[in-house]
């Protein structure tokens, strides 16, 4: 049975990415540099875990791999990592940041927190049962990497509970209609495919290659149509 819908799981986690962004710009300012950067490549370290985890849960790696592809090029020719960066360019300008590291840390932490299958799942149970256990959960981790990301990155992470709110609000909303979502076929290759979104992040964090990991998006989508097939 479907309940009101409410946003208690959503509006947690946004305040969690707050709480934990504030939390790493205050710690960032007494953190000696080296320090600041071994935190963000052990976490890059434990992204990169977390990324090969989910990949490999898939049990048809050859479609996730082809929705990956098919995403990419999709994702290229609409330019969404552009947007990204431009949406937080946009959010700098407004909040009078004179961060060198805004965007970054604006795009990395978004990418993060909305790409895992906890982002769906936690989203649609909130919105369809009440039931907001999963993205409590989500939000201490969330709360937790946001101290991390933010001790370097600064108030650019802060601006990607922005991100939070309105992509798990979203699915929140439209939960009843999105129900499909939660077919194992579907949540499996969403899983295996984002996992290998949030490879790339920890990829990024390490400053290893520069992937364009918004533009991988689109694969997301091939990836629920292969799971409808």
């Known amino acids: 049975?479907?309940?009101d819908c409410n946003m208690t799981g959503t509006i947690v986690n946004t305040g969690a990415v707050l709480a934990g962004s504030f939390i790493g710009i205050a710690a960032g300012r007494h953190l000696p540099e080296r320090v600041k950067t071994t935190a963000v490549q052990a976490l890059g370290l434990a992204v990169i875990l977390i990324g090969i985890q989910m990949a490999?849960?898939?049990?048809?790696l050859i479609a996730v791999i082809g929705c990956l592809l098919l995403g990419a090029v999709a994702g290229e020719f609409m330019k969404i990592e552009q947007g990204i960066e431009a949406c937080g360019r946009r959010l700098k300008h407004w909040s009078g940041s004179s961060s060198g590291t805004f965007v970054q840390?604006?795009?990395s932490a978004s990418?993060?927190?909305?790409?895992?299958?906890?982002?769906?799942?936690?989203?649609?149970?909130?919105g369809t049962v009440g039931d907001s256990s999963i993205l409590y959960i989500k939000s201490l981790l969330d709360g937790t990497i946001s101290?991390?990301?933010?001790?370097?990155?600064?108030?650019?992470?802060?601006?990607?509970?922005?991100?939070?709110?309105?992509v798990q609000g979203s699915i929140t909303l439209l939960?009843?209609?999105l129900l499909f979502l939660q077919e194992p076929a579907v949540l499996t290759m969403i899983t295996a495919t984002g996992g290998l979104l949030i490879l790339g992040i920890g990829i990024n964090l390490l400053n290893l290659a520069v992937i364009r990991v918004g533009n991988l998006i689109p694969g997301l989508v091939f990836?629920?149509?292969?799971?409808l097939r």
Do not use: H, P
Not at 56 to 60: H, N, V
Not at 161 to 166: G, P
């Open 1 to 3: 049975m479907i309940k």
């Open 111 to 126: 990418l993060i927190y909305v790409t895992g299958a906890m982002t769906i799942v936690g989203s649609i149970q909130d």
């Open 105 to 107: 840390g604006f795009v």
């Open 223 to 227: 990836a629920t149509l292969w799971g």
């Open 147 to 166: 101290v991390a990301l933010a001790s370097t990155y600064g108030i650019g992470v802060a601006f990607s509970a922005l991100s939070v709110l309105v």
């Open 56 to 60: 490999l849960s898939g049990e048809d």
């Open 175 to 177: 939960a009843s209609r």
